[in-house]
């Protein structure tokens, strides 16, 4: 199977979040496979020189963006069995950041159009093309209503949601100025673009097939709570829904090999894991007490990623005999609030505003709990990290967090849970988590056990594109 994988960021040569990640990731793992994979991605001005040498120079053309004419370099990189072609234009993509920019509707309208347009250019001939998020959605819509010719009727297409908050919504316009087609040849669906054109909408009703990064963000996103507006065009193509786990890169997160870490450990020696756990008392100025509870907690710092909930009850928590360790950067306000308990409890909690790869990892190595009480989660990374590192993850139940951490009272737990989003009911998961640890030390060792010895790596998920994959290129017709 030949497969290109269509994408606005790839690690390692640039990325924003978890879509770089997967980027980077899942495309290695097919290509372990035997697919032919080949990774189309922009040609950003962010990647480190290292790889901008090792690019070559495949051809230039001209993609029409509306009325204008807009050059288009192709540079190829191939790396671990992947080709990367890069859609070079130093207009569109030569800026200081990824996103945030008021001509991303154009910016991505080029990216896409430049994909298509590239494949008759370096004879790339693939039997499914991957797009993800708004970015590269429309795809799936211009191959069956602008590029019709022979060459491309067979090709199928299958759209992966990161996150359905960034969707892409332009003024209805676009469709023409970006894209060259008008209202009336994009029948069936012009009625959908009357007002705004919604790029990852028409991406969800132009795919073939449609996923997204769990099987319960899956069936949330299909509801008024958690679809943002499409819930109901979710609902009536659930049909062609589906949701697969995120892995980990089990090579970069290993506790056993980790440079970052003061000691390695693993599942079958965690005499490592209690050096660690010094270690990071050590450096982030906390009272070296092995038998304290110390929790650990990396992320951006938004509302969104539950760290106004935190707040609410952080004075009820800072009374308890617990060590509490922030890393990240977000939200002035919140950063201000969490430097200000830091200031007062100078022996309980320690906040780094900032982020830093190492300090990440130490606090997966050594933290004993590790607080993750988003609103939604997609997927989310840290907690599987974080069960990789034998650290127990305190979850919102919501998204992958609901489907990667089995809370404690139920059957092997790897972590604890809540489920209504309230201060109320995070301080009560804390608690529970606590006494455990204080009271029940052969039970939270068992925990430990039982989280590391989990599979959330890349094989394991990469087996269930592998067969999503199989059954989009089986269908019949365009």
Same mark, same amino acid.
């Given at each position: 199977?030949?497969?290109?994988?269509?994408?606005?960021?790839?690690?390692?040569?640039?990325?924003?979040?978890?879509?770089?990640?997967?980027?980077?990731?899942?495309?290695?793992?097919?290509?372990?496979?035997?697919?032919?994979?080949?990774?189309?991605?922009?040609?950003?001005?962010?990647?480190?020189?290292?790889?901008?040498?090792?690019?070559?120079?495949?051809?230039?053309?001209?993609?029409?963006?509306?009325?204008?004419?807009?050059?288009?370099?192709?540079?190829?990189?191939?790396?671990?069995?992947?080709?990367?072609?890069?859609?070079?234009?130093?207009?569109?993509?030569?800026?200081?950041?990824?996103?945030?920019?008021?001509?991303?509707?154009?910016?991505?309208?080029?990216?896409?159009?430049?994909?298509?347009?590239?494949?008759?250019?370096?004879?790339?001939?693939?039997?499914?093309?991957?797009?993800?998020?708004?970015?590269?959605?429309?795809?799936?819509?211009?191959?069956?209503?602008?590029?019709?010719?022979?060459?491309?009727?067979?090709?199928?297409?299958?759209?992966?949601?990161?996150?359905?908050?960034?969707?892409?919504?332009?003024?209805?316009?676009?469709?023409?100025? @970006?894209?060259?087609?008008?209202? #009336?040849?994009?029948?069936? +669906? *012009? $009625?959908?673009?009357?007002? %705004?054109?919604?790029?990852? &909408?028409?991406?969800?009703?132009?795919?073939?097939?449609?996923?997204?990064?769990?099987?319960?963000?899956?069936?949330?996103?299909?509801?008024?709570?958690?679809?943002?507006?499409?819930?109901?065009?979710?609902?009536?193509?659930?049909?062609?829904?589906?949701?697969?786990?995120?892995?980990?890169? @089990?090579?970069?997160?290993?506790? #056993?090999?980790?440079?970052? +870490? *003061? $000691?390695?450990?693993?599942? %079958?020696?965690?005499?490592? &894991?209690?050096?660690?756990?010094?270690?990071?008392?050590?450096?982030?100025?906390?009272?070296?007490?092995?038998?304290?509870?110390?929790?650990?907690?990396?992320?951006?710092?938004?509302?969104?990623?539950?760290?106004?909930?935190?707040?609410?009850?952080?004075?009820?928590?800072?009374?308890?005999?617990?060590?509490?360790?922030?890393?990240?950067?977000?939200?002035?306000?919140?950063?201000?609030?969490?430097?200000?308990?830091?200031?007062?409890?100078?022996?309980?909690?320690?906040?780094?505003?900032?982020?830093?790869?190492?300090?990440?990892?130490?606090?997966?190595?050594?933290?004993?709990?590790?607080?993750?009480?988003?609103?939604?989660?997609?997927?989310?990374?840290?907690?599987?990290?974080?069960?990789?590192?034998?650290?127990?993850?305190?979850?919102?139940?919501?998204?992958?967090?609901?489907?990667?951490?089995?809370?404690?009272?139920?059957?092997?737990?790897?972590?604890?849970?809540?489920?209504?989003?309230?201060?109320?009911?995070?301080?009560?998961?804390?608690?529970?988590?606590?006494?455990?640890?204080?009271?029940?030390?052969?039970?939270?060792?068992?925990?430990?056990?039982?989280?590391?010895?989990?599979?959330?790596?890349?094989?394991?998920?990469?087996?269930?594109?592998?067969?999503?994959?199989?059954?989009?290129?089986?269908?019949?017709?365009?």
């Amino acid at each position: 199977m030949n497969v290109l994988f269509c994408t606005a960021e790839c690690a390692p040569f640039f990325k924003t979040g978890g879509l770089g990640d997967v980027a980077g990731a899942l495309p290695k793992e097919l290509a372990k496979k035997n697919l032919t994979m080949s990774v189309a991605l922009p040609y950003f001005s962010q990647m480190p020189q290292s790889y901008q040498e090792q690019c070559e120079k495949v051809t230039d053309f001209y993609v029409k963006v509306g009325e204008q004419n807009q050059q288009c370099g192709i540079k190829r990189l191939v790396l671990d069995q992947v080709t990367y072609y890069f859609i070079e234009n130093a207009a569109y993509f030569g800026r200081e950041n990824l996103y945030g920019y008021e001509d991303d509707g154009e910016r991505f309208a080029f990216f896409s159009q430049a994909i298509i347009e590239m494949l008759d250019k370096i004879q790339l001939s693939p039997d499914l093309i991957h797009v993800n998020d708004y970015h590269t959605a429309m795809i799936p819509f211009l191959l069956k209503e602008k590029y019709t010719q022979p060459e491309l009727a067979s090709i199928k297409t299958l759209l992966t949601i990161h996150n359905i908050e960034f969707q892409g919504v332009f003024d209805h316009k676009a469709i023409t100025e @970006y894209f060259g087609v008008e209202l #009336a040849e994009a029948a069936p +669906l *012009a $009625a959908e673009i009357t007002e %705004n054109i919604n790029y990852l &909408k028409m991406g969800i009703l132009y795919a073939d097939r449609v996923n997204t990064v769990s099987l319960t963000y899956a069936e949330e996103i299909q509801t008024p709570e958690f679809g943002f507006g499409l819930d109901q065009i979710l609902h009536e193509q659930r049909e062609k829904l589906s949701g697969i786990l995120n892995g980990i890169d @089990y090579e970069l997160n290993d506790p #056993a090999s980790d440079q970052y +870490l *003061a $000691a390695n450990f693993s599942a %079958n020696d965690l005499s490592g &894991k209690k050096s660690d756990k010094e270690n990071l008392q050590k450096q982030m100025k906390l009272p070296v007490r092995p038998e304290v509870p110390l929790i650990g907690m990396v992320s951006r710092l938004t509302a969104q990623k539950g760290f106004a909930l935190v707040l609410e009850g952080l004075e009820e928590l800072l009374e308890e005999d617990i060590q509490l360790v922030l890393l990240g950067t977000g939200d002035p306000k919140l950063e201000a609030a969490y430097r200000e308990y830091a200031e007062r409890y100078p022996r309980k909690l320690a906040v780094n505003l900032t982020f830093d790869l190492a300090a990440a990892q130490q606090i997966y190595a050594g933290a004993d709990l590790f607080l993750m009480p988003s609103i939604a989660e997609p997927c989310g990374l840290s907690q599987m990290i974080a069960m990789r590192y034998g650290t127990l993850p305190l979850v919102h139940e919501v998204g992958g967090l609901r489907d990667t951490v089995i809370p404690f009272g139920k059957e092997a737990a790897t972590g604890f849970s809540f489920t209504e989003f309230d201060a109320k009911n995070l301080l009560a998961s804390v608690h529970e988590a606590v006494a455990l640890f204080k009271k029940e030390p052969s039970t939270w060792s068992n925990m430990i056990q039982t989280a590391m010895n989990k599979d959330f790596s890349w094989e394991k998920s990469s087996q269930k594109y592998l067969a999503l994959y199989q059954a989009v290129t089986e269908i019949s017709g365009k």
